[in-house]
């Protein structure tokens, strides 16, 4: 649930705000269908009338959130475009790995951006909320980059198993993102003693590793 809102008088742009970041909270913990209006206006400490004003309909609430992060997605995309491009010869397995695991750090390391993240995961998870077309796409774009990155790196392997690939990769990052903070809290493990790998690095090696191990032929 989001922090107590300050109800001090706010200019338009920040009741905006407000509201796309109260609604993009309740979209990732709820989904589309089971996020209330009624609940995000409450959060966002405006009135279901000034929701509506701003907003109109839900299906134009999730568009405007998606916009919203809009920046942050497309960096992203712009990142692994840069970095895993099948047509370039120094395109490695390695190399796309820790292009897909920097962007996730990176998303992360917004603000919000764990909100994001559990955002773009429903989206993934759920392909029959039709709320979540946007967000979809957004990821089907990077997708298709990696998957043909794959196919270039192992030649003789199948489309169908790259796509395994992939889908093992994306839900083996999102779910560490996602997860890490509170399992290693939960578990007291404390935090990089700075001796030997980093967590991104063992988790690119992780990846990279299964990768070679499933496709390689």
């Given at each position: 649930?989001l922090e ?6 706010r ?9 796309l ?12 269908r089971?996020?209330?209006?009624r ?11 000034l ?11 999730m568009?405007?959130v998606?916009?919203?992060h809009g ?25 796309m790995?820790e ?9 992360a ?5 764990d909100?994001?993240l ?17 967000v979809?796409d ?5 997708a298709e ?22 889908l093992?990769?994306?839900?083996a ?11 290693f ?14 967590d ?12 070679d ?5």
């Amino acid at each position: 649930m989001l922090e107590h809102i300050d109800r001090q008088p706010r200019t338009r742009e920040m009741r905006r705000n407000a509201i796309l970041r109260a609604a993009a909270h309740h979209f990732a913990d709820y989904g589309f269908r089971g996020a209330s209006l009624r609940e995000i206006s409450k959060d966002a400490a405006v009135s279901l009338t000034l929701l509506d004003h701003h907003f109109g309909t839900k299906r134009e609430l999730m568009d405007a959130v998606v916009k919203f992060h809009g920046p942050t997605m497309k960096k992203r995309l712009c990142m692994l475009s840069s970095m895993i491009a099948p047509q370039k010869p120094e395109c490695t397995v390695a190399g796309m790995v820790e292009a897909w695991v920097q962007a996730g750090f990176d998303t992360a390391d917004q603000p919000d951006g764990d909100v994001l993240l559990r955002l773009l995961a429903r989206g993934m998870d759920n392909p029959d909320e039709e709320g979540m077309s946007l967000v979809r796409d957004e990821l089907d774009d990077g997708a298709e980059l990696f998957i043909d990155g794959l196919i270039t790196c192992f030649p003789g392997a199948s489309r169908h198993a790259a796509a395994c690939g992939f889908l093992c990769i994306n839900a083996a990052v999102s779910q560490y993102l996602i997860a890490a903070p509170r399992l290693f809290r939960s578990l007291m493990a404390g935090v990089e003693d700075g001796g030997g790998l980093t967590d991104q690095e063992r988790l690119v090696r992780f990846l990279t590793t299964g990768l070679d191990a499933t496709l390689a032929h």
